[in-house]
């Protein structure tokens, strides 16, 4: 059984940073693309992030870019996500999700994770 | 980046009743290798987005055979033959062949 288990969320001020984990399980964690979605409270879902198979190809949404840090470590079954200068806006829950195939484009998300919330205030 | 854009944004349909949602792309979601990247995902009350339908009509395991999907191209319509109570949530549409992946609005279907 596919299990994605979220972590890292919490309340953080303005301007600081949180890092994200997403522990992977139940498939060959290194065969598969994986990426981050974010879901605003009360909103829609808002791709984040993705990582290719082999850290080779890596995408971020415009809104994060430059702040944002995604990675994996494939001998640890985790996928991570190190966001800086955070900002009231990236409030959101946090979804891992798991890659139909080992590209970030070409494919969709057939597995998710439960979410970790990430809340920006001070 | 490719624009999603789903109709209606609500639905309220008798148990036993047929439902339908429409989702249109922006640009052609068809590829060069022949498949079509588009999606569909349903969010359960207090749940994470669970996939239901991939490259347009192709059912994910353990969907029920109620649900069915179809399009080519830019337009795209998710079908539920007969409505369960156990269907409602926020069904999205998402594009898959370009990065950004981009979602639709969202249609919030309830039980009457």
């Known amino acids: ?85 955070l900002r009231a806006e990236d409030t959101a829950l946090y979804y891992c999700a798991k890659a139909e195939g080992g590209v970030i484009a070409n494919a969709g998300f057939d597995y998710w994770g439960q979410g970790t919330l990430v809340t920006v205030s001070s | ?6 109709t209606p944004l609500s639905l309220s349909v008798t148990p036993g009743q047929p439902a339908s949602i429409s989702c249109k792309s922006s640009q052609s979601l068809l590829h060069s290798d022949g498949k079509t990247y588009l999606y569909w995902y349903l969010q359960k009350p207090g749940q994470s987005p669970q996939l239901l339908i991939y490259e347009v009509s192709s059912r994910f395991s353990g969907v029920p055979d109620r649900f069915s999907g179809s399009g080519s191209g830019t337009d795209f319509t998710l079908k539920i033959s007969r409505v369960e109570a156990e269907d409602v949530g926020v069904y999205y549409c998402m594009q898959g062949i370009h990065l950004p992946p981009t979602f639709g609005q969202g249609t919030k279907l309830e039980i009457k």
């Open chain 1, 1 to 85: 059984e596919v299990q994605l288990v979220e972590s890292g969320g919490g309340l953080v001020q303005p301007g600081r940073s949180l890092r994200l984990s997403c522990a992977a399980s139940g498939f060959t964690f290194d065969d598969y693309a994986m990426h981050w979605v974010r879901q605003a409270p009360g909103k829609g879902l808002e791709w984040v992030s993705g990582i290719s198979w082999n850290s080779g190809s890596i995408g971020y949404a415009d809104s994060v870019k430059g702040r944002f840090t995604i990675s994996r470590d494939n001998a640890k079954n985790s996928l991570y996500l190190q966001m800086n200068s």
């Open chain 2, 1 to 6: 980046d490719i624009v999603m854009t789903q």
